[in-house]
């Protein structure tokens, strides 16, 4: 069983592994820095699909069973599966799921969902509901452009501090069993809003989620940043990282050196994506591509995976609100 | 630890008890057959909000805070918080979450997110992530039909198979304490989808959602109907109601008189539902504010609360798709 830790955190007790992952991207996401990592790449936006939609049901598909397959396990092996998207009701997922024979819970937490499976994933396996499971999530940039913002065809400019939704799907297979970077603690995180109104500016509605989730794991357990090899954010870009950044040093934590960001890294300033890359499956194609790699290869032996979400939605927008965020923790090892 | 039984259920080893619920709802449920037995009930669809947004984000934090006041706790016993809503990005429960100081996990399952976050709130407990944890869904008619179907300007016609979506919001306290009918298994729905595409007849949509959760729970268990004092499905209405127990008697299950559905019994026939009440507010509703008294009383010992949820969105209706739905089973049971 799991024990709590400090006011925001739990140490899990059981051993549970991310004994295998997938990452799916879109074209320009596989010519960006990291390419060479992900499992496999869209030729185009609708992957012989008639609607982008569909081709990003079929990335969560996909990517599920991908990551089922590099796990060593059968379909059948898979006790429950869990997961989101970006589209409203979250469809991508639900959809996806209707191929499949598992048990499905689906999870929202727009950004966050890939840290957000892996944390409900594991509370599953540690209290008996299933002994493997699979965590997916995925976005996709055009069907983001188009329900978010304006339609594609518009060509509507972006402004200075915009993100570019990553157009891919990241799943993890946990068990209870087998090999594989283990997931050891995690911070689940509360619902932040600083005021910021500007949906052209999620990495600074987020920063302050993140520092939140990051200042409360980082108590609970009373260790140092430095005691991870990377603390890695999910799509907070150069902007809302840097704000994070300071945000935590005023709090008396320096991440200079330990934080990394999956937004920043996915593209190259080349590849004009502005503050970097968004969108769920940011955080979880570098998780499942890039970081399970690293961590495999025991290049990294202990990160901090925190995505981040920002909770708004155009109808919100419209009404004049502000954009509440949230960002959970997952703290995630390598050993000998 | 909990035990998984046969391919789809759990049953709970771990004391998990309802300790607390709480139920607000509008003008015309208040008005309906179970209108004594719901806490709080708005006087208008607005609640001193300008926006039905707004008003729909306060009964979720009403609720919530409601049902912490019924559980003779304070706010800050709470650990965790989940639960969801039928808006495009969760907005009603990300926006009450930013009001109170909880971790939270956003949860979407269209109208079974009340039994999913029974689910993932039992799992919490049992994994020791938390020891008391609030659950709550929300929906409102006036938001849904204009996200869902068209402005209600419009005054457009209902077709008869329709349904009228619950405005309010339910929330329980579940906790690994104290007393209050005890949550003992339940079975996680897989996604089902039989082709059927009429938005406006769900409750066809999805009653095979619903029967296979049933069937799955009574063949894993290895239990008859009748084991139960009811079983209570969330929003089928009088078609689906009546499909689902078609499609369980051809299996061999004979479920007239122990099947009830609360879509059925919060409106009155006088009250021109047409086929019922839906939202994830109906089976929250029905379930805080009625089965709660009457396990509590004890003129119902052992329930399976089965929440059903059709998976569309406008998009996919749009875009020609067919309807997949889920339905959760969770076992309640008030002991002596």
Same mark, same amino acid.
């Given at each position: 069983?799991?024990?709590?830790?400090?006011?925001?955190? =739990?140490?899990?007790?059981?051993?549970?592994?991310?004994?295998? @992952?997938?990452?799916?991207?879109?074209?320009?996401?596989?010519?960006?820095?990291? @390419?060479?990592?992900?499992?496999?790449?869209?030729?185009?936006?609708?992957?012989?699909?008639?609607?982008?939609?569909?081709?990003?049901?079929?990335?969560?598909?996909?990517?599920?069973?991908?990551?089922?397959?590099?796990?060593?396990?059968?379909?059948?092996?898979?006790?429950?599966?869990?997961? @989101?998207?970006?589209?409203?009701?979250?469809?991508?997922?639900?959809?996806?799921?209707?191929?499949?024979?598992?048990?499905?819970?689906?999870?929202?937490?727009?950004?966050?969902?890939?840290?957000?499976?892996?944390?409900?994933?594991?509370?599953?396996?540690?209290?008996?509901?299933?002994?493997? =499971?699979?965590?997916?999530?995925?976005?996709?940039?055009?069907?983001?452009?188009?329900?978010?913002?304006?339609?594609?065809?518009?060509?509507?400019?972006?402004? *200075?501090?915009?993100?570019?939704?990553?157009?891919?799907?990241?799943?993890?297979?946990?068990?209870?069993?087998?090999?594989?970077?283990?997931?050891?603690?995690?911070?689940?995180?509360?619902?932040?809003?600083?005021?910021?109104?500007?949906?052209?500016?999620?990495?600074?509605?987020?920063? %302050?989620?993140?520092?939140?989730?990051?200042?409360?794991?980082?108590?609970?357990?009373?260790?140092?940043?430095?005691?991870?090899?990377?603390?890695?954010?999910?799509?907070?870009?150069?902007?809302?990282?840097?704000?994070?950044?300071?945000?935590?040093?005023?709090?008396?934590?320096?991440?200079?050196? =330990?934080?990394?960001?999956?937004?920043?890294?996915?593209?190259?300033?080349?590849?004009? *994506?502005?503050?970097?890359?968004?969108?769920?499956?940011?955080?979880?194609?570098?998780?499942?591509?890039?970081?399970?790699?690293?961590?495999?290869?025991?290049?990294?032996?202990?990160?901090?995976?925190?995505?981040?979400?920002?909770?708004?939605?155009?109808?919100?927008?419209?009404?004049?609100?502000?954009? %509440?965020?949230?960002?959970?923790?997952?703290?995630?090892?390598?050993?000998?």
């Amino acid at each position: 069983m799991a024990k709590r830790v400090g006011k925001y955190s =739990v140490q899990l007790e059981k051993q549970i592994n991310m004994v295998g @992952g997938a990452a799916i991207v879109g074209k320009l996401e596989k010519e960006g820095p990291l @390419g060479e990592y992900f499992d496999y790449a869209l030729e185009d936006d609708l992957w012989n699909e008639d609607s982008w939609e569909k081709a990003e049901t079929k990335m969560f598909y996909e990517a599920t069973r991908m990551a089922v397959k590099n796990s060593g396990l059968m379909a059948e092996d898979i006790q429950l599966m869990m997961g @989101g998207d970006l589209l409203n009701q979250l469809i991508a997922a639900g959809f996806a799921a209707r191929q499949m024979d598992f048990p499905f819970l689906g999870l929202y937490g727009a950004c966050s969902t890939m840290a957000e499976s892996l944390i409900v994933g594991s509370m599953a396996i540690d209290a008996g509901f299933a002994q493997r =499971v699979a965590c997916c999530v995925t976005s996709h940039f055009s069907t983001a452009e188009r329900q978010y913002r304006t339609p594609l065809e518009l060509g509507t400019q972006r402004t *200075p501090t915009a993100q570019r939704t990553v157009t891919g799907a990241g799943a993890s297979v946990l068990a209870g069993e087998g090999i594989g970077p283990r997931i050891k603690s995690c911070t689940i995180g509360k619902v932040i809003d600083y005021g910021v109104k500007d949906a052209n500016n999620m990495g600074a509605a987020m920063a %302050p989620a993140a520092a939140d989730t990051i200042f409360n794991y980082l108590t609970d357990f009373d260790v140092a940043p430095d005691s991870f090899d990377a603390i890695v954010t999910g799509d907070l870009g150069i902007y809302g990282s840097n704000l994070m950044k300071e945000m935590l040093a005023e709090k008396g934590y320096d991440l200079r050196g =330990v934080a990394r960001d999956c937004g920043i890294e996915i593209f190259s300033q080349d590849q004009d *994506p502005h503050m970097g890359g968004s969108g769920c499956a940011c955080g979880a194609t570098v998780l499942n591509g890039f970081l399970l790699k690293k961590l495999r290869a025991r290049e990294l032996r202990r990160i901090l995976f925190v995505a981040t979400g920002a909770l708004l939605s155009p109808v919100s927008t419209l009404q004049g609100e502000s954009i %509440p965020s949230v960002a959970h923790a997952v703290c995630i090892e390598m050993e000998d």
